[in-house]
């Protein structure tokens, strides 16, 4: 009987601690939201790195993001092409094949859509704060999310956030695929200043440039 009562005390101390680590993230992560969508236009020069531990493949990418912070509109531009987007059309521009694509914007939640990479966590998710970690003089949270729907596309996200700024720093997406996505924010500017132009492409301003519609 002693051994039932203490299993359910240890089973009620780890479910209030779990409560507790779920608030804090959660308290975390409004506070984040709420001041990204404080701004407007938000550029980032950021690192993408995708692996897979299977086959060991792993490729990282430098590149800058241009998005509206309360929209679908974005532009990645990384060497050899540019990814931009109106909220309702995708162009595609392989600069070496002087070739666009364009395709309808898939602003669904299972899309890795770059508008939604700093809200990622807003929807499907479930938080919980993991610990602190201090690089340099900078002090940063980490939160774990997992996906409360076993069909998304990817089953778990680690996020690093720097606590002071209320930014996040680091985003690490895990696919069901066995793949790794890494998004590490080399630099942060809000409010930027850009023409609504920028979240289009413009077949004229790129002569010779073949426009490939996929719609």
């Known amino acids: 009987m002693k051994k039932i009562i203490l299993t ?22 409004a506070e984040v939201s709420k001041k990204y969508r404080s701004y407007d236009v938000v550029k980032s020069d950021f690192t993408l790195t995708v692996s897979n531990a299977k086959t060991k493949a792993k490729q990282t990418q430098q590149g800058t993001l241009l998005v509206k912070a309360n929209s679908n509109k974005y532009k990645v531009s990384m060497p050899g092409q540019e990814l931009i987007s109106d909220g309702k ?25 770059p508008a939604k990479i700093f809200t990622i966590f807003e929807r499907g998710f479930k938080p919980a704060y993991t610990g602190q970690k201090k690089l340099g003089t900078k002090v940063y949270e980490l939160i774990d999310l997992v ?54 492409f413009d077949a004229k301003k790129h002569p010779g440039v073949e426009v490939v519609d996929l719609r």
């Open 89 to 113: 059309s995708q162009w595609t521009y392989l600069k070496d094949d002087k070739e666009v694509q364009v395709s309808d914007a898939d602003n669904s939640s299972d899309a890795l859509n």
């Open 8 to 29: 359910l005390l240890i089973a009620a101390g780890v479910t209030g601690l779990q409560a507790q680590s779920d608030t804090k993230a959660k308290a975390i992560l």
């Open 147 to 200: 996906a409360l729907d076993a069909r998304k596309p990817f089953s778990k996200i680690k996020l690093t956030v720097d606590k002071a700024g209320k930014q996040i720093s680091n985003v690490v997406l895990y696919d069901k695929n066995g793949n790794t996505y890494t998004y590490n924010v080399r630099s942060f500017t809000p409010n930027v200043k850009v023409p609504e132009t920028a979240f289009a």
